[in-house]
T-cell receptor
Framework: QKEVEQDPGPLSVPEGAIVSLNCTYSNSAFQYFMWYRQYSRKGPELLMYTYSSGNKEDGRFTAQVDKSSKYISLFIRDSQPSDSATYLCAIGVRTYKYIFGTGTRLKVLA | DSGVTQTPKHLITATGQRVTLRCSPRSGDLSVYWYQQSLDQGLQFLIQYYNGEERAKGNILERFSAQQFPDLHSELNLSSLELGDSALYFC?????????????FGPGTRLTVL
């Protein structure tokens, strides 16, 4: 079993839809959680960063962490074609080492 | 723009050759991380340096090595290249403390081994 699992997609949604992206992890010691967005042929760009269970909101993005279920989600409200990208979760311990999910490809159709 | 720069953007070379990838971290960041991203493996952590010293190793091959210089830029050296080394190589930085976890990625170097 991989330490971090992420559905690779692709996920296609119409413009304006609510998108839910998810990752599961196996190690309960993980306590830092990040979401990155990566456009084609570009470097990953940090979207959200959290270390506690619950929700964290930033504009149209909401990160949700459920440590008891070892499950994290990223919700995108009112999705736009410009949101079309690959979304990577990154999960790890404090000091240095994050494990990245393989990424979910999202396509928002105009 | 994350503030992390990487050169070159593209590199095409032959099997058996050696290449050097360069990374300059964001101003003030002391940690540099190297990652390899291929289609089938996703983003794989290779190695981390903090203020010139190796801090952590991931799935880095013995043919690969890295260093961080006093001015904090870092280089990743890849030798005896194989076809399977073709990938995107990303550098990320964080800092200034050792416990700073938010990593900012550069634009990457696309390596093609023929």
């Amino acid at each position: 079993q991989k330490e971090v699992e992420q559905d690779p997609g692709p996920l296609s949604v119409p413009e304006g839809a609510i998108v839910s992206l998810n990752c599961t992890y196996s190690n309960s010691a993980f306590q830092y959680f990040m979401w990155y967005r990566q456009y084609s042929r570009k470097g990953p760009e940090l979207l959200m960063y959290t270390y506690s269970s619950g929700n964290k909101e930033d504009g149209r993005f909401t990160a949700q962490v459920d440590k008891s279920s070892k499950y994290i989600s990223l919700f995108i409200r009112d999705s736009q074609p410009s949101d079309s990208a690959t979304y990577l979760c990154a999960i790890g311990v404090r000091t240095y080492k994050y494990i990245f999910g393989t990424g979910t490809r999202l396509k928002v159709l105009a | 723009d994350s503030g992390v720069t990487q050169t070159p953007k593209h590199l095409i070379t032959a099997t058996g050759q050696r290449v050097t990838l360069r990374c300059s971290p964001r101003s003030g960041d002391l940690s540099v991380y190297w990652y390899q991203q291929s289609l089938d493996q996703g983003l794989q952590f290779l190695i981390q340096y903090y203020n010139g010293e190796e801090r952590a190793k991931g799935n880095i091959l013995e043919r690969f090595s890295a260093q961080q210089f006093p001015d904090l830029h870092s280089e990743l050296n890849l030798s005896s290249l194989e076809l399977g080394d073709s990938a995107l190589y990303f550098c990320a930085s964080s800092g200034p403390g050792q416990g700073q976890d938010t990593q900012y990625f550069g634009p990457g170097t696309r390596l093609t081994v023929l």
